[in-house]
């Protein structure tokens, strides 16, 4: 997803989204992106507050501070974080009464409330800017993780393994493959490469009523207990995203759709915000899973496995917090080999010839060693019916491309570059024979 670009209004484009600018804090140049910097500030007061219930519309609109983001995952998730902030360096104490004070301020989230990782992917690769298609959005990504589920869950691991995703691929843009490859050599062309379930391809105009009705969960719980002429609940929502301007200006350009309007949403945590220290610049979502905790993320670029990484960011983040887990050693890539197996065996087995869920290798009827799944099937077909559209589009889109500005190592987009953050233009990737 296009992670960070031009300092623009909001409402108008993408916005450099950097957790040092928001708080007027300079920013050494030596600073690590993924790796945390230290931070400073006061302790968290221990002296009891006011409490209000839940937050104010102004703080709903937007990602939460740092400190308000890590309280709300504690309370969630039901743990106890014996500091706020960074791990080295200024750690905010947090104890009693004022942990107690949050969690009576958001009576219905403990065990409760729905994670919900949204990632979109778009046409903002192409170098023509003015071009009627450039940004339009080709991928939406969804995970979920509903707290209840974790009510009598210890271990991280499962956590994870109770993860559910969603990943749709837009018709009218799906015969478009993107023609450059990111910083690191890794293809942008990952549509058909959704390793948490089945991709559905869905045309445009629908595509707001999915997001809609996917953050619209029913509390049957709740629903119940009332008399069944009663207006129907809805269970509170936190939505997650990395670099949440970028998605929060697909919502309202593309989708017509601003999350303040939601009432479901209950908040908003950025994990750029959440987990960048003082005068740090803010960090691509691989920077943050490698430097950070060591993974190994594959077929990043496709909304779906990157709204799983965010989400499993916030989790791993957690479970640093409240339950001692190592930062680094490859435990959060287990936690998602756990996750696929438990997809595949809920499926009925992953085919490792086509890469397809709900058969195995034996039933798998493609060409040995050269599979394809369905999904790809159609999206290969997709492209030779509309050949004449794919081959116009490269002529005009990618034919003569100017040379990519130079990258900025720690993250942030070049200035004038048209390839948004770790999407920098590589190389063009061969065109469709």
């Given amino acids: 997803m296009p ?18 600018d928001l708080l007027e804090e300079s920013r050494p140049e030596n600073a690590l992106p993924g790796t945390e910097a230290p931070d400073d500030g006061p302790a968290e007061g221990t002296e009891r507050a006011n409490i209000v219930t839940g937050f104010d519309s102004a703080m709903k609109a937007d990602p939460l501070p740092r400190l308000e983001a890590e ?20 750690i905010k104490r947090w104890a009693s009464p004022a942990r107690e004070d949050f969690a009576k301020a958001h009576p219905n989230i403990a065990h409760n409330a729905v994670f919900v990782s949204i990632d979109f992917e778009s ?31 210890d271990e991280p691991t499962e956590w994870v393994e109770q993860t559910r995703a969603k ?10 493959r993107p023609m450059v490859v990111d910083k690191r050599k890794h293809s942008l062309d990952n549509a058909d490469k959704f390793d948490y379930g089945t991709s559905e391809i869905v045309p445009s105009r629908t595509l707001g009523d999915i997001l809609k009705n996917a953050l619209r969960i029913p509390d049957d719980a709740a629903s119940n207990a009332e008399n069944e002429n009663a207006e129907i609940k809805y269970r509170p929502i936190i939505l997650v995203a990395h670099a949440y301007q970028n998605e929060d200006k697909y919502l309202r350009s ?46 990043m670029h496709n909304g779906g496995n990157d709204a799983v990484y965010t989400l499993v960011l916030v989790l791993a983040h957690a479970a640093r917090k409240g339950c001692g887990v190592e930062e680094k050693g ?19 087995g992953r085919c490792e010839n086509c890469g397809g869920l709900g058969h195995s290798d034996e039933a798998c009827k493609e060409p040995k060693g050269a599979g394809l799944h369905d999904v790809a099937k159609a999206l290969a077909g997709l492209r030779l019916d509309r050949a004449d559209a794919v081959q116009e589009f490269e002529r005009t889109v990618c034919a003569a491309s100017p040379e ?18 770790d999407k920098e233009k590589g190389e063009v990737l061969p065109k469709l024979e």
């Avoid at 450039?134 to 509903?146: H, M, Q, R, W």
């Fill in 404 to 421: 990519p500005a130079e990258a900025d190592t720690l993250g942030t987009k070049a200035e004038g570059s048209g390839v948004p953050d």
């Fill in 330 to 348: 490859g435990v959060v890539d287990e936690w998602l080999n756990a996750l696929k197996i438990k997809i595949a065996e809920e499926a009925g």
């Fill in 71 to 90: 309280k709300l995952l504690e309370v969630a998730l039901g743990l106890k974080f014996s500091s706020l902030g960074p791990s080295r360096g200024g």
């Fill in 167 to 176: 990943h749709y691929i837009v018709d009218e843009y799906a015969h478009l």
């Fill in 3 to 20: 992670e960070i670009a031009e300092d623009l209004p909001r409402h108008v484009g993408k916005l450099l989204m950097r957790h040092g």
């Fill in 254 to 299: 593309e989708l017509d759709i601003s999350a303040a309007d939601l009432d479901e949403i209950y908040a908003i945590i950025d994990t750029q915000v959440m987990m960048c220290g003082k005068g740090q610049k803010a960090p691509g979502l691989r920077q943050l899973l490698e430097n950070r905790y060591g993974m190994h993320p594959v077929n």
């Fill in 123 to 153: 046409l903002s690769w192409m170098d023509d800017t003015g071009h009627p298609q450039y940004g339009k959005i080709t991928e939406l990504g969804l995970a979920f993780l509903d707290t209840r589920a974790l009510k009598d869950v």
